[in-house]
């Protein structure tokens, strides 16, 4: 049986709370052993050490699992939110919900690329983006706020997947550093600073 996403990373963090209180218990004992054979300053040594090396090859496995669940998002969110939405109207916005950002540089007119829904009151959450994919704002809009254009010819949960002038990025804090070779079809209308900072994030 496959386990629903939430639940995977539910399970990923609370392994990893666990994985440090063992690991703290095994320096702690490794110290203890450092100490009865080298004294107070092979103590100090053997643990540091230990510490260190726990540490390193703990975060390593969690790293490689935390970017299997990355791709296993991203892939979801992929297949289910293939949407090209044309803006009619200004969003739903409520003052007291953190989920909308910068919907002040929203335009009548501008593409929305559908995206994962941050509330379950029925809104379709947009992304803006720029020309070259930054991401402008992010906004919940009702039915009647956006028409919808079509599907999209390729998904900002792609990113990973682009073609770029140079390396790929293998992290979202890589994406100001990479410039993607083709531009993004359905940009917003206005020309926006580069803002590519965080974005695409799988979270968002």
Not at 33 to 59: H, Q
Request: charged share 20%; glycine share 8%; aromatic share 16%.
């Amino acid at each position: 049986m496959k386990l629903k996403l939430e639940t995977m990373y539910a399970l990923f963090f609370s392994i990893f709370i666990l994985s440090m209180a063992v690991l703290v218990a095994a320096s702690a004992l490794m110290m203890d052993m450092g100490e009865s054979y080298f004294g107070v300053f092979g103590r100090l040594i053997i643990g540091t050490l230990a510490l260190l090396i726990f540490f390193f090859v703990l975060m390593r496995w969690f790293y490689r699992f935390g970017d299997k669940l990355d791709d296993r998002s991203r892939a979801e969110a992929r297949e289910k939110y293939r949407g090209i939405y044309w803006v009619l109207s200004p969003p739903a916005i409520n003052k007291n919900d953190g989920n909308n950002w910068c919907v002040e540089a929203i335009t009548i007119g501008d593409y929305g690329w559908e995206s994962k829904p941050l509330t379950k009151d029925g809104l379709i959450w947009l992304h803006g983006l720029s020309a070259g994919w930054g991401h402008v704002w992010r906004a919940g809009f009702r039915l009647d706020q956006v028409e919808y254009v079509g599907s999209k010819p390729v998904s900002q949960y792609d990113w990973k997947d682009f073609e770029y002038d140079g390396p790929k990025p293998t992290a979202c804090y890589q994406w100001p550093l990479v410039k993607p070779k083709n531009l993004c079809p359905f940009p917003v209308q206005k020309t926006i600073p580069d803002r590519r900072l965080q974005f695409p994030i799988t979270c968002a």
